[in-house]
């Protein structure tokens, strides 16, 4: 039995109501250069509680290099 | 002998962000607080539970571990699960609602 | 004022983005300057990516301003970063396992045994896509996964990236252990996942 499988450039995957991709994009949102380690909680649009300080560019787990898998 | 999983404030930080969503906001709402709360409470304890099974697995697969102790890990484990998502569902949410990265262990697999 | 990314390119860009800045490395930014959710941002940036423009991606959730973003090139290692993504594009598999199957009234080992046969496929399926990629890649990121769901980034060269899709798609197609999986092979995409990489070569 062949794989199933799907091709999808960018601007298809944009557009693609497949609910796969759209978790894809949804994933992407938060993915690149980002300033992180800020995380409030906040109730009633009150920030109350900072959690975690450290700013840094994206992060290590995203560093893996070429087929480390342990 | 396999290491002990370290969790570190950034690790517990991530998987807060997790389940916060991209605006770096755990809102706590007046009209849903208790489902906020749970949330946020069952989301850490299911972390807490995925990591625990993981390295149960880990355990087992270096033959750690005698049959008594796999029989009573799986059966903690499997009934820990139960447990969260029933009490989740108490409170209107789905396993997905908790469901995070599996933790610094689990995103390396 | 919205900041998409760094980049060294001197092409035209899509209607509502302009360049910031004038030295080597200059921002792309949003021309409208507010109400930019993180989706249109990430559509301006594909819009870029696709009309030829190499960059370095801020992710879409963020904001942050021109002036910032020229000052986080000052004050980081990221020049190194967008040099080194120069012509680089990243594509990303989403592999679907079948769901776990329910193991009905089980002992406890049974439970754990089952838990560790799902790992270990996914395990196996990953390894075989990393083992197969690493003649066509840069570099390779399995991740993030939800219970059924695996994702893996790839960084390719940006001119071979149609050719290192058609060798995966081509390739993956008879891999063993996949017959019972779903894969949607997407890009080129901007490097989201490469931002912090210090691996290009």
Request: hydrophobic share 45%; aromatic share 4%; proline share 5%.
């Amino acid at each position: 039995m062949p794989v199933e499988m799907q091709l999808a450039s960018a601007t298809e995957t944009l557009e693609s109501s497949d609910s796969r991709l759209v978790d894809l994009v949804d994933g992407l949102l938060d993915h690149g250069v980002a300033i992180r380690g800020e995380l409030w909680l906040s109730v009633a649009d009150v920030d109350l509680v900072f959690l975690g300080l450290d700013v840094v560019l994206a992060t290590p787990d995203r560093m893996r290099p070429a087929g480390a898998l342990q | 002998m396999i290491q002990p999983i370290e969790i570190n404030t950034k690790d517990i930080s991530e998987a807060l962000t997790d389940l916060s969503g991209s605006n770096g906001r755990l809102e706590i709402d007046p009209d849903t607080v208790e489902q906020d709360l749970a949330r946020l409470v069952l989301g850490l304890v299911a972390f807490l539970r995925q990591l625990m099974e993981l390295q149960a697995i880990r355990q087992m697969e270096n033959g750690n571990l005698t049959d008594q102790q796999e029989e009573k890990l799986g059966t903690t484990l499997m009934r820990a699960e139960t447990a969260i998502y029933e009490v989740a569902a108490q409170f209107n949410l789905a396993p997905e609602d908790l469901s995070l990265d599996l933790g610094p262990l689990g995103k390396t697999i | 004022m919205i900041a998409l990314g760094w980049t060294t390119a001197n092409k035209a860009l899509p209607d509502d983005v302009t360049y910031h800045g004038d030295g080597e490395i200059r921002i792309l930014m949003m021309k409208q300057s507010t109400d930019v959710d993180a989706r249109s941002k990430l559509q301006a940036q594909v819009r870029c990516f696709e009309a030829g423009i190499d960059f370095v991606p801020i992710a879409p959730s963020q904001e942050i301003s021109p002036v910032a973003a020229e000052q986080l090139l000052a004050e980081s290692d990221l020049r190194d970063t967008v040099i080194g993504l120069q012509e680089k594009a990243q594509l990303t598999l989403v592999i679907d396992m079948p769901d776990r199957p329910k193991v009905e009234s089980p002992s406890g080992r049974a439970w754990l045994l089952e838990r560790q046969l799902h790992l270990s496929k996914k395990e196996q399926i990953v390894r075989q896509i990393s083992e197969f990629a690493q003649d066509l890649t840069l570099e390779f990121t399995p991740l993030r996964q939800s219970k059924n769901r695996m994702q893996c980034n790839m960084l390719v060269a940006r001119r071979r990236a149609h050719e290192v899709i058609r060798a995966i798609a081509l390739g993956l197609r008879h891999l063993p252990h996949l017959e019972e999986v779903k894969l949607a092979i997407t890009g080129p995409w901007p490097p989201y996942d490469f931002t912090t990489s210090k691996q290009f070569a």
